[in-house]
């Protein structure tokens, strides 16, 4: 996902600008560039990363305290020189910085052509700049009316930051379906397409709503209008998020230091929505729709990657705990397939960027059909969480590492309490039962902690398996989607194959595959399917697989039929998933790491996937 930050103030621009670059780098990147505006518009950009942009601008002018700087994940056009932004119109005086797609940039540039427009790189940016051009030229407007009078030809999701040398003191941003966060600070203001570059210099920020432009002008306030004209009150919030929660706390990467402040994370997810000992859940962000949840005749989950494991996960929790029929739905399929909807379907999206496309696309299709729409979004303000009717926020603090782990364990924890929640109003939860969860859900961030404590383990398992070219994942039950869930961490981070299966379909087929070069993972924390359980680990023994066994037992059995066993501690089963996972994240972890890969960015891959 392509990554914006900008800077109107007294400062000089380009260190802000390298820094926030630096600060977005986790989305995902292929090219990167700066323009800087001091007299003259002044444009460096190539293909590589922001370092290599660093080593591209030495000795180049980049001063200016007007600027902006874009990191790009190729969408239309390879990654190059060309292609990256920023663009600049035909005259060279404007130029733009676009995250999104424009979808009808093909009939755009037709048209523009035929206007006598000369385009040099192969995206849909750069026809968005000459568009606001030729409006600029033929209308005779200011910069922020030419983008205002653009956004209506333009179709598609996009944040753009636009500057002009002919208006020297100003940038002019727009947001459609995609973020775009401005920092007020003191006579000087900023943009980002999220809150991580902006948080060191200011706490106080605006999120521009789809069809809002700004304008942001030196000694001036910041103006808000909407594509119809009309003037907004900028509503300025203040960040919840520390910049030290931004630094790796002195873990070699940002995915361990999340693994690691998952008690954190989870205890935050929770903090004043659960009080055991009262007996009291309470999620604000859904509460003027419970009686819709309650009706629910079916709730649907669309997600994507992890968060589609979470929401298998969900599946098991509503089902048995409220008695209510789940469906899960890849919501790329989804989107597409004419989904049957009925007006009393609760859908929950569940993203951690709250930005993913197919995610979003989803709820937008459920919605027009009449559904409500519920969300459970990392982070505030994120698109998905402000096109939903309610929701609930998990509190896991900005994920940086492109593998998603806290935000995993924290979607784990709203969904146990939405479950606990309906279980309690739809009356399918007994009393008793009720108390018990709740008690145990408030001792998960404790027991979280002690399984991280399996980390020695394994980092020797690390060693071991490191050259392995294949794994398999088995588990049952609530743990089965954890088997998906530490199949995907393995592949995505250290490129080793990995499959995820219930452990009862591996005589299906799977099991052809075993034999001393498989390492195969169990999880076998299930009280209620621990004997079926063993005899899987039995049939994988007998045929000679290597067997790395996740349990809660001190069990001589499976200690004699496993190579190596990790012990965990126990837990209700509706919440052992936040305790399986732990070894699995850790174990992928370290694998990745003695295998040289770039573990916090993946190659061919973006934290946020907010295109098709
Ligand atoms: C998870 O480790 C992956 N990085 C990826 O599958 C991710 O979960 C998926 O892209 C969904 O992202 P979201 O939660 O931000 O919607």
């Known amino acids: 996902m392509c990554g914006i930050v900008a800077y109107v103030g007294k400062k000089e621009a380009f260190p802000i600008l390298m820094k926030g670059l630096r600060r977005l780098e986790y989305r995902g990147y292929d090219s990167a560039g700066v323009a800087l505006l001091n007299g003259e518009l002044r444009v460096h950009?190539?293909?590589?990363?922001?370092?290599?942009?660093?080593?591209?601008?030495n000795g180049k002018n980049v001063s200016g305290a007007i600027g902006m700087g874009h990191t790009r994940w190729a969408t239309h056009g390879p990654p190059n020189d060309v292609n990256a932004h920023p663009h600049t119109s035909g005259d060279g005086r404007l130029c733009i910085i676009h995250n999104g797609i424009i979808e009808n940039y093909s009939s755009l540039k037709e048209e523009l052509s035929k206007r006598g427009h000369q385009f040099v790189s192969d995206t849909d940016t750069e026809v968005f700049i000459h568009l606001i051009e030729d409006i600029q030229k033929s209308e005779k407007v200011v910069l922020e009316e030419a983008v205002r009078l653009a956004m209506q030809s333009v179709v598609g999701a996009y944040a753009i930051v636009v500057a002009s040398q002919d208006e020297p003191d100003k940038l002019v941003a727009a947001r459609m379906s995609s973020p775009l966060v401005v920092g007020v600070g003191i006579d000087e203001f900023f943009l980002a397409s999220d809150a991580t570059p902006i948080v060191e210099h200011t706490r106080n920020v605006v999120y521009l709503n789809d069809e809002e432009i700004v304008v942001l002008e030196r000694g001036k306030d910041l103006v808000i209008r909407n594509i119809q004209n009309q003037e907004k009150a900028p509503y300025?919030?203040?960040?919840?998020?520390?910049?030290?929660?931004?630094?790796?706390?002195?873990?070699?990467?940002?995915?361990?230091?999340?693994?690691?402040?998952?008690?954190?994370?989870?205890?935050?997810?929770?903090?004043?929505?659960l009080d055991a000992g009262k007996?009291?859940?309470a999620l604000g962000g859904i509460r003027d729709f419970e009686q819709a949840l309650v009706n629910a005749k079916r709730i649907i989950i669309v997600a994507c990657g992890t968060s589609w494991h979470a929401g298998l996960v969900g599946e098991y929790l509503f089902e048995e705990i409220a008695r209510v029929p789940v469906e899960v739905e890849y919501a790329s399929e989804f989107r597409y397939r004419n989904p049957i909807i009925n007006e009393d379907d609760i859908i929950i999206a569940i993203s951690q960027s709250g930005e993913?496309?197919?995610?979003?696309?989803?709820?937008?299709?459920?919605?027009?059909?009449?559904?409500?729409?519920?969300g459970i979004c990392n982070v505030v303000g994120s698109s998905i969480s402000r096109e939903t009717h309610a929701g609930a926020y998990t509190h896991a603090g900005p994920e940086?590492?492109?593998?998603?782990?806290?935000?995993?364990t924290a979607q784990l924890t709203v969904l146990s309490l939405m479950a606990i929640t309906?279980?309690?109003?739809?009356?399918?939860?007994?009393?008793?039962?009720?108390?018990?969860?709740?008690?145990?859900l408030e001792l998960i961030p404790e027991k979280v902690k002690r399984a991280l404590e399996c980390e020695e383990q394994t980092k020797e398992l690390a060693e071991i398996f490191q050259f392995a070219t294949n794994f398999l994942y088995m588990a049952r039950g609530y743990n089965f989607p954890v088997a998906l869930e530490g199949a995907?961490?393995?592949?995505?981070?250290?490129?080793?194959?990995?499959?995820?299966?219930?452990?009862?379909?591996?005589?299906?087929?799977?099991?052809?595959?075993?034999?001393?070069?498989?390492?195969v993972v169990v999880v076998a924390?299930?009280?209620?399917?621990?004997?079926?359980i063993v005899s899987n680990v039995q049939e994988v023994k007998a045929r000679g697989g290597r067997l790395i066994v996740i349990t809660t037992r001190d069990d001589e059995d499976l200690r004699e039929l496993a190579d190596y066993v990790i012990q965990i501690p126990r837990t209700e089963e509706p919440f052992s998933p936040m305790l399986s996972v732990i070894p699995l994240q850790l174990l992928a972890y370290h694998i990745a790491n003695l295998r040289g890969a770039d573990v916090d960015k993946p190659r061919n891959l973006a934290k946020s996937v907010t295109v098709e």
Do not use: W
Request: include cysteine; proline fraction near 4%; glycine fraction near 8%.
């Open 422 to 440: 309906l279980g309690r109003k739809n009356g399918k939860l007994p009393e008793s039962r009720f108390r018990l969860l709740l008690s145990e």
């Open 45 to 57: 950009k190539c293909k590589g990363r922001v370092d290599d942009l660093a080593l591209f601008t």
């Open 279 to 281: 007996g009291i859940i």
């Open 236 to 273: 300025i919030e203040e960040l919840e998020i520390q910049l030290e929660k931004l630094e790796k706390a002195g873990y070699d990467h940002f995915m361990l230091k999340e693994i690691h402040e998952q008690p954190t994370s989870i205890q935050d997810s929770l903090r004043g929505r």
């Open 400 to 408: 940086i590492g492109v593998a998603s782990t806290k935000a995993f």
């Open 356 to 374: 993913t496309a197919d995610t979003l696309a989803a709820i937008r299709l459920a919605k027009q059909k009449g559904a409500t729409i519920f």
């Open 488 to 519: 995907l961490k393995l592949k995505e981070i250290s490129y080793i194959h990995a499959e995820g299966y219930p452990a009862a379909e591996m005589k299906h087929g799977p099991i052809a595959l075993i034999d001393r070069q498989m390492p």
């Open 525 to 532: 924390t299930n009280e209620s399917a621990y004997e079926k």
